[in-house]
């Protein structure tokens, strides 16, 4: 199953994005899914997920209180609102699914993967 990234962009610093990650055919809405990014030069960093009903979030302490992680299983979507926007959240964002009901923050939990989308946050 490939997972479908999309809403990346420049913004300024202070802006906001809004991330979403659709699955081509409905993958199971009993499946957890996260997003994760990864800046040049550095190793895929966690950022957020959230279980397969929506009812558990959790966050990277670096985007607590910024981000927002949130899903709709009747569209097979799950999305990652991001305010307060800094230079320091310029990566690739991917979003990822697992076969498990409960999110984790380590990617190796994650069966399904998107093709990632540019995020990129000016000063």
């Known amino acids: 199953v490939q997972l479908q990234a999309s809403g990346g962009g420049l913004v300024q610093a202070g802006g906001s994005l809004k991330l979403s990650c659709v699955a081509p055919r409905r993958t199971s809405t009993n499946n957890a899914t996260a997003w994760f990014r990864q800046a040049p030069g550095k190793e895929r960093e966690f950022v957020a997920h959230i279980n397969w009903n929506g009812g558990i979030t959790y966050y990277a302490d670096s985007v607590k209180g910024r981000f927002t992680i949130s899903r709709d299983n009747a569209k097979g979507a799950v999305y990652l609102q991001m305010n307060s926007l800094n230079p320091e959240d310029t990566a690739v964002y991917y979003c990822?699914?697992?076969?498990?009901?409960?999110?984790?923050?380590?990617?190796?939990?994650?069966?399904?993967w998107g093709q990632g989308t540019q995020v990129t946050v000016s000063s």
């Open positions: 990822a699914s697992a076969r498990r009901a409960i999110g984790s923050s380590d990617y190796r939990e994650y069966n399904y």
